[in-house]
């Protein structure tokens, strides 16, 4: 699994509903990554971390929220304010934010019931 | 923002042929990444490439950084069915190493 772990690898979001998506490396690598990908498209930067306690928002940050209270762990919260949530996010990792995102998990899938 | 074109967006290759695509960049970029995506999985770092004119082989992939740094190629020789996938670029450019992803080449090899 590349030293990442997502999950769960599907889930579904009723309307008004926060949903959490996990993120775990085992690495101890610093920096951590939230991507959205959408059919036919490159992947889109939702927030990224270097450091515990410290996150930074990417290009489509709206609707959407992290915490990074341990090393090991990036969970992505998408709230009710994101209104078109339905696609494949996707966690990776890499030692630094220099080298850019070098595992990838295996992504979770998250639709509107 | 930095814009990024890939192309080409898909190929329809026979087994053993060599498979090239490139990436080019509206600005100068720093890194160029190369991943592949297989269906319901995360991609997978093929190559990186963080200087210019770099040429760097990962078995029958061979990716180069364009010396204007606005460019990055990716040959895959003698194609095998497995290569089937998506491939992606990646490239970032100034401190904030803030990387831009192509639209990915989807390439199919027939047997």
């Known amino acids: 699994d590349g030293g990442i772990t997502q999950s769960p690898k599907y889930l579904f979001r009723k309307e008004g509903q926060n949903v959490t998506l996990s993120c775990e490396q085992n690495?101890?690598?610093?920096?951590m990554y939230w991507y959205r990908q959408d059919p036919g498209q490159g992947l889109r930067l939702i927030y990224y971390?270097?450091?515990?306690?410290?996150?930074q928002k990417g290009d489509i940050a709206e609707g959407y929220s992290v915490s990074r209270e341990k090393k090991e762990s990036f969970p992505l919260t998408v709230t009710s304010a994101q209104k078109n949530p339905t696609a494949f996010y996707l966690c990776?990792?890499?030692?630094?934010?220099?080298?850019?995102?070098?595992?990838f998990g295996d992504g979770t899938r998250l639709s509107i019931l | 923002g930095q814009q990024l074109n890939q192309s080409p967006q898909s190929m329809f290759i026979q087994e053993g042929e060599d498979v090239s695509m490139n990436c080019t960049s509206s600005s100068i970029f720093n890194t160029w990444l190369w991943y592949k995506q297989e269906p319901g999985e995360g991609p997978v770092l093929l190559i990186a490439?963080?200087?210019?004119?770099e040429l760097t082989s990962n078995g029958r992939l061979t990716a180069q950084f364009g010396i204007t740094r606005k460019d990055s190629f990716l040959n895959i020789s003698a194609s095998i069915p497995s290569d089937v996938g998506i491939y992606f670029c990646a490239g970032s450019g100034g401190s904030n190493y803030k990387l831009t992803f192509g639209k990915g080449t989807l390439l199919t090899v027939n047997p």
């Open positions: 490439l963080y200087k210019a004119g």
């Open positions: 971390s270097q450091i515990v306690n410290d996150f």
């Open positions: 690495l101890n690598h610093d920096a």
């Open positions: 990776a990792r890499s030692i630094d934010r220099s080298r850019g995102p070098q595992h």
